[in-house]
């Protein structure tokens, strides 16, 4: 399973990348505002300067909602780097963005999904990754994990190269469960990749291992 990191924020995704894991990043239009990234040209910038910090690819969102906007502007963010992924919401001039790009070559992220059907479409369509929003569900007490054991099953019956990129990821069960469903990829925050590591039999092993070592060593 690919790890994204779901960040605009340069120093964690700095600090992801330096962990040797980190396949990539996807960010959307509140995660560019929430680090204080405005206007057309600092937003473009900000994408180079994050596809000069990661190998993998990173996702950028049309802001446009309208055909022949979204494929103007989808263009734009593709031209950037070839570490591009354009990001476009599961509506239906985003569907038909989608079937042009993938047309072109040009790789795509379907942002927004809630459900098997809009999955099933952004699969036709023929988006390289679809991102279902599982924590978004399990906030409205809806199984977001199970939306993503549903898009599993239907993409394999077909054999969908859709990758599946398991959104709103908020913690370490979720990234668990994702990879024993058998997700592509997730995206989360960079808790969700650290809280990995996590174990205090691990701590409290390490520290004995290190008391040992000192008794015996002096
Ligand atoms: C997906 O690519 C989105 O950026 C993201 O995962 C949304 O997560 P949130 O529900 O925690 O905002």
Redesign the pocket.
């Known amino acids: 399973m690919k790890f994204f990191i779901?960040t605009a924020n340069l120093d964690q995704i700095r600090e992801a990348q330096s962990l040797g894991v980190l396949d990539g990043v996807?960010?959307?239009p509140?995660?560019m505002a929430k680090e204080g990234i405005s206007g057309q040209q600092a937003i473009l910038d900000h994408y180079k300067s994050i596809c000069q910090l990661v190998d993998g690819d990173v996702?950028a969102e049309v802001i446009a909602t309208e055909y022949e906007a979204m494929i103007e502007e989808g263009k734009i963010l593709a031209a950037l780097h070839p570490q591009i992924v354009v990001?476009v919401p599961m509506i239906k001039d985003g569907i038909k963005a989608i079937k042009y790009f993938s047309d072109q070559g040009i790789r795509t992220?379907c942002?927004l999904v809630f459900s098997v059907g809009q999955a099933l479409l952004a699969a036709k369509a023929g988006a390289t990754y679809v991102?279902p929003?599982i924590?978004?569900l399990d906030d409205i007490s809806t199984d977001g994990l199970h939306l993503i054991a549903e898009i599993r099953g239907i993409y394999d019956n077909y054999d969908f190269p859709t990758q599946i990129?398991a959104?709103?990821?908020?913690h370490t069960m979720h990234v668990i469960d994702c990879a024993k469903i058998g997700a592509d990829v997730m995206?989360?925050p960079l808790s969700s990749i650290t809280g990995l590591l996590k174990h205090p039999l691990t701590d409290s092993g390490l520290a004995q291992f290190l008391a040992d070592y000192n008794r015996a060593n002096g």
């Open positions: 779901d996807t960010t959307n509140s995660l996702s990001k992220n942002t991102s929003f924590g978004r990129l959104a709103s990821v908020r995206t989360g």
